[in-house]
């Protein structure tokens, strides 16, 4: 082969190569294409939309009326907004630490290798997976009801019980214990955490004389911290969404006296209710901008308490 001919092929390799490139990525593209979307059609659109509503009035049957920041104005003078955020806050920063606690002991009782370990977890994981519908709720609402099973408990051992749901002391309590009966999802993430600490360590403290207590909080919590963290972020952001259990708990009105009163439930009301979608818009945005800070703050806070092998 000449000079030349070498010097041709070697120009035609770079553009076939190019070529095929093209080729993949265009395949590539019509995979992602459904996605992309969805992602347009279902999340950014609407999302942009909600951001523009958030400044108009809009109530369905006509059009939105821009009327700027008044949304903004009218949120910081209303008494059941802010109710209903200091709800939410104490069913989120009282349920969730709860929840993981909670969770943590049942994945290191797992752990310990006991007989039928897969039923266990299956069976632990079940209310995750049915604490937020609609049944667990109505059930709920009967058992701490005035006539239901808590009641009936406590009268065989002589105690008169109350309507746990009906007083406004204590229905909240009640959507915090259906939000710590839901633990199984963290369970299993932290079952696999537990999993993944080597056995020497343990050998080695306890050669050296350290307790199961000394154990836990020297080995078990630092290596874990990833997945506490992790559980943490998840359980956070899900906790403040949560709408279900309360709408049907209270039968929609947040009672009693505001009590179970949380901040989707009270957008759900103002958005659904009352039809007053530019208000409930703006209060969307809000909730976003709480979730969205808090977990900031927990990231720039995990810097001083999760360990990571490197």
């Known amino acids: 082969m000449s000079v030349v001919a070498e010097l041709q092929q070697l120009k035609k390799g770079p553009a076939g190569g190019r070529k095929r490139k093209h080729k993949e990525n265009k395949a590539g593209h019509l995979f992602l294409l459904p996605w992309t979307i969805g ?6 659109f609407p999302m942009a939309a909600s951001l523009y509503l958030a400044f108009t009035n809009y109530n369905l049957l006509q ?49 310990r290798g006991m007989r039928g370990l897969s039923f266990y977890r299956s069976v632990f994981y079940l209310p995750s997976m049915l604490g937020s519908s609609v049944a667990i709720a109505v059930l709920w609402r009967q058992i701490f009801g005035h006539s239901g099973l808590i009641n009936q408990l406590l009268a065989m051992v002589g105690i ?91 039968g929609g009105s947040g009672g009693p006296a505001d009590s179970t009163l949380f901040y989707t439930l009270y957008l759900y009301q103002q958005g659904f209710g009352r039809f007053d979608m530019g208000y409930a818009s703006a209060m969307a945005w809000l909730l976003v901008l709480i979730i969205a800070s808090i977990t900031a703050v927990n990231f720039w806070l995990s810097k001083y308490w999760v360990h990571y092998d490197d």
């Open 63 to 111: 059009s939105p009326e821009w009327i700027g920041m008044e949304n903004i104005t009218r949120m910081l003078g209303d008494d059941r907004l802010h109710n209903s955020i200091q709800v939410t806050f104490t069913y989120v920063f009282v349920g969730v630490p709860i929840q993981l606690a909670v969770s943590l002991a049942i994945a290191m009782l797992l752990d």
């Open 160 to 250: 008169e019980g109350q309507g746990w749901v009906s007083s406004p002391d204590t229905a909240l309590g009640t959507l915090i214990i259906l939000h710590v009966w839901t633990f199984g999802a963290p369970m299993v993430i932290f079952l696999a955490g537990l999993r993944q600490i080597p056995d020497m360590y343990y050998e080695a403290a306890s050669i050296d004389g350290a307790s199961r207590f000394k154990q836990f909080f020297a080995i078990t919590i630092p290596l874990l911290t990833p997945i506490i963290f992790f559980n943490l972020v998840l359980q956070l952001i899900g906790a403040f969404q949560n709408f279900t259990q309360a709408f049907i708990v209270s």
């Open 39 to 44: 992602l347009i059609g279902i999340t950014l």
